[in-house]
C-alpha cells in the first residue's frame, strides 16, 4: 500500500493521538499470544508491529512501502525486538509471506477510510496472508453523515474563491471550489439533524473498494446549513472503539470530512433531505462524489446539487487532448522504457547507462550523466 508522503511529526501525531493508539493497543493486548504471526500493512515507523513484538508475538512482518520503515528497523534494535520484528520495504500487494497470519493490523487511511488504495490493499492482505478464523483491527469502521451549519468553514474553502478578493473578480472558479471536499472541525452545536449511518465497512466481508451509501432527514427546525460533515466510528476487538464524531467527546488527529454546497441553503421545518455519498476507487487514488436533494414540505424541489471532487480538479486544454486521443509516450518515458526493458533482459547499470545515452545524446551527453537517472528507475521497479 501506498500511504502519503508523512513528515515525521505527522507519525509523531498519530502516536501521541491516545485514542486511536490506545484502542489498537488494547484490541493488540487482547489478541496476541506467544504463537501469534502478526502483519502491519502500512507500518510506518512500526508502532503496532512493535507493540505486537513486546506484547510476545511469535513473529511480526511489518511492510511499508517508504523510507521512514529505517526508523522502525532503528527503533526495533533500540528496544532489543528486532529479531522477533522483520520489516519489509515494498507496497503489500507486492509482498509474498513464508506462514500465513493470525492478526493483521493496519492504519492507512486519512481523514476518511477510503484513502489512495487502502481499501484494495486491506482486502488482499486479508485474503493472501490471513489464516482462517484470523483477526482484523480494525474489524470495522462505521461511517456517519450529518447536515451541518458551518459558515466559516463554508466561507473559508469556498466564499473567499467565489467573491471577490482585493478588487479581483474569482467567481470563474466558484463552480470548482464547490467540488473539493476539506478536513474540518465541527462542534455538536453545529450539526443540524441527527446523525445517519451511510456506510459500514466490515473488513472481514468487504468485496468492493467503493464506497456507497445514503441518507435522508425531515428537518424539525429552522437552520442555515453548508453542507455535509461525515466521519467514522473505529471497531477493534469489543469494547476498544474511538470515534471522531464531533458528538464523542473525543479529538483525534482526523477531524472530520466538510462536503460543501455550492450555497448555503435556509432549511424550514418539513423540507425533506436526501443524500448519496460515494467514493469510487480510481487508479491509485478515490473519487468523492455528493448529490442532494432538498424538497419542501409540498413536495416542490427547493435545491438539487451534484458534486465530486473531479469537478474540482483543473484540467487544462492540453490534458483534456491527451484524455481524448491514444496515449504516446514522452521523451521522459520513451527513456524509462529503454531502461527497464534493459533492466528485465539482465543488463548491468553501467551498460543500461551506455545505451541510454547512446539512444538520448542530447539528454546525456555520456553514460556517467545518464546514470543517475538509470539508478533511480532502477531502484523503484527492482525487486
Known amino acids: 500500500m501506498t500511504g502519503p508522503a508523512y513528515r515525521l511529526s505527522d507519525y509523531g501525531r498519530m502516536i ?12 493488540l493486548k487482547r489478541l496476541v499470544t506467544p504463537r501469534s504471526v502478526v502483519v502491519d500493512i502500512g507500518t510506518g515507523t512500526g508502532i503496532f508491529a512493535l507493540l505486537a513484538a513486546r506484547l510476545g508475538a511469535r513473529k511480526v512482518y511489518a511492510i511499508e512501502p517508504s523510507d521512514v520503515i529505517e526508523f522502525g528497523r532503528l527503533i526495533a534494535a533500540h528496544n532489543g525486538l528486532d529479531e522477533r520484528v522483520e520489516f519489509i520495504q515494498g507496497l503489500s500487494t507486492d509482498v509474498q509471506l513464508p506462514e500465513p497470519a493470525d492478526i493483521i493490523v493496519f492504519d ?7 484513502n489512495e488504495r487502502s ?7 486479508r485474503d493472501r496472508f490471513l489464516a482462517p478464523g484470523g483477526a482484523l483491527i480494525p474489524r ?37 471550489v464547490a467540488n473539493i471536499w476539506h478536513k474540518g472541525r465541527a462542534r455538536p452545536a453545529e450539526l443540524v439533524t441527527t446523525p445517519a449511518c451511510w456506510a459500514v465497512l466490515d473488513y472481514a466481508i468487504l468485496r468492493s473498494p467503493n464506497v456507497r451509501g445514503e441518507a435522508a432527514w425531515e428537518i424539525r427546525d429552522r437552520r442555515a446549513a453548508h453542507g455535509i460533515c461525515v466521519w467514522f466510528d473505529w471497531e477493534g476487538v469489543e469494547g476498544a472503539t474511538f470515534s471522531n464524531s464531533p458528538l464523542s467527546g473525543e479529538r483525534h488527529l482526523f477531524g472530520q470530512a466538510f462536503f460543501p454546497w455550492p450555497e448555503p441553503l435556509d432549511l424550514c421545518p418539513g423540507d425533506d433531505v436526501r443524500i448519496q455519498l460515494r467514493s ?9 462524489t455528493w448529490e442532494t436533494v432538498v424538497r419542501g414540505k409540498d413536495g416542490a424541489t427547493k435545491a438539487a446539487f451534484q458534486q465530486s471532487d473531479f469537478l474540482g480538479a483543473p484540467l487544462s486544454s492540453e490534458r483534456l487532448r491527451k484524455l481524448a486521443s491514444a496515449p504516446t509516450l514522452s521523451e521522459d518515458g520513451r527513456i524509462d522504457q529503454l531502461i527497464l526493458n534493459s533492466v528485465a533482459s539482465g543488463l548491468m547499470l553501467e551498460q543500461i547507462a551506455r545505451e541510454v545515452s547512446a539512444g538520448f545524446p542530447h539528454r546525456f551527453a555520456t553514460w556517467t550523466d545518464a546514470q543517475p537517472r538509470v539508478t533511480q528507475v532502477s531502484i523503484r521497479y527492482s525487486k
Request: hydrophobic share 45%; glycine share 10%; proline share 3%.
Open 280 to 288: 469510487d476507487a480510481v487508479g491509485p487514488s478515490y473519487i468523492y
Open 119 to 125: 481499501l484494495s490493499a486491506i482486502m488482499d492482505a
Open 16 to 27: 501521541a493521538d491516545e485514542g486511536r493508539t490506545g484502542a489498537y493497543a488494547e484490541s
Open 140 to 176: 470495522r469502521e462505521t461511517m456517519w453523515a450529518s447536515l451541518v451549519e458551518a459558515a466559516a468553514l463554508h466561507h473559508e474553502n469556498v466564499g473567499v474563491l467565489a467573491g471577490e478578493v482585493f478588487g479581483i473578480d474569482m467567481t470563474a472558479m466558484s463552480s470548482s
Open 108 to 114: 492507512i487511511h486519512g481523514i476518511l477510510p477510503a
